[in-house]
């Protein structure tokens, strides 16, 4: 059984920083693009960074694109999602997600989804 369970959310003011972490198990990790989605409040799911199963390839979201860095660990089935600079318009839901390639992520194709953590940044 597939599980992606994401910690290191909290409540950071503006400027401020968190690192996200989602650990997998039950699948082959490096066999999977992995990426980062949120949801905030009353708006849909959107898309906010995917990684290729090498680390190599990265996908940003325009919004996101300077402040937030990915990161995987094949090693430790982890894969990590820096924020910097965080903005009250990061506060959202961050549900990791897994896929079969970073392309399709962006896309909406996902495989697995984690449960998600909440990320609060106050002003």
């Known amino acids: 059984q597939v599980q992606l369970v994401e910690s290191g959310g909290g409540l950071v003011q503006a400027g401020g920083s968190l690192r996200l972490s989602c650990a997998a198990s039950?699948?082959?990790?490096?066999?999977?693009?992995m990426g980062w989605f949120r949801q905030a409040p009353g708006k849909e799911r959107e898309f906010v960074v995917s990684v290729s199963r090498s680390g190599t390839g990265t996908d940003y979201a325009d919004s996101v694109k300077g402040r937030f860095t990915i990161s995987r660990d094949n090693a430790k089935s982890t894969v990590y999602l820096q924020m910097n600079s965080l903005k009250p318009e990061d506060t959202a839901v961050y549900y990791c997600?897994?896929?079969?390639?970073?392309?399709?992520?962006?896309?909406?194709?996902?495989?697995?989804w984690g449960q998600g953590t909440q990320v609060t940044v106050s002003a």
């Open positions: 039950g699948m082959s990790f490096s066999n999977y693009a």
């Open positions: 997600a897994a896929g079969l390639s970073y392309g399709g992520l962006r896309l909406g194709v996902v495989s697995n």
